[in-house]
């Protein structure tokens, strides 16, 4: 268990990075307005190199924070970069899954997003979901279009046979 210093982010990802097997907590735990803190943070610039890329997620729980369980920000642009997250559980969060700003080329598979304010949040594009649980948060699945970010690319993608279940909005 990786415990959060209260006002924190868990871990801040690097490219080339695995997490695998690993509960990332914070106290700070639920809200229904947007912080500044994520269990796993992958943040990169889309408009000068180096992008946060080949970023692997396996089997790892994240509850507690602010922003995100899972937030990326200008990961990588192109099919071979982003994150590949399967088999994780999300809760207890603002978000489950945030992403946004040229978080491009994703692939999300078995992620149970669940208790947070909003269970996926994609302010990007052609990011991929299957086989996920997005259920009992505020609000399931929020696409954002522009939302005044200038991101040209965003707020589409593919989600596949997911669920979403007991939002309250």
């Known amino acids: 268990i990786i415990k959060a210093a209260n006002n924190a982010d ?13 509960r990332i ?3 700070t735990g639920h809200t229904d307005t947007q912080g500044m ?3 796993i943070r992958v943040v990169g610039n889309h408009e000068s190199a180096p992008l946060k890329y080949n970023i692997k997620i396996d089997n790892v729980t994240v509850d507690g924070f ?20 399967s088999n994780c559980k999300l809760y207890n969060c603002y978000a ?4 946004e700003d040229y978080s491009e080329f ?5 992620i149970l997003s669940y208790n947070n304010y909003c269970g996926l949040m994609n302010k990007s594009g052609n990011n991929v979901f299957v086989n996920c649980s997005f259920s009992n948060n505020t609000v399931g699945v929020y696409l954002v279009g522009d939302d005044g970010d200038n991101s040209l690319n965003n707020g589409h993608g593919s989600i596949i046979g997911c669920t979403i279940n ?4």
């Open 10 to 22: 868990g871990i801040i990802v690097g490219a080339n990075c695995c997490i695998q097997n690993v």
């Open 25 to 27: 907590h914070s106290e």
């Open 37 to 39: 803190y994520a269990g």
């Open 66 to 85: 602010t922003l995100a369980g899972i937030y990326g920000k200008a990961t990588g642009t192109w099919v071979a970069d982003s994150i590949t997250a």
């Open 96 to 99: 489950g899954l945030y992403l």
């Open 106 to 110: 994703g692939r999300y598979t078995n």
């Open 166 to 169: 007991h939002s309250n909005n």
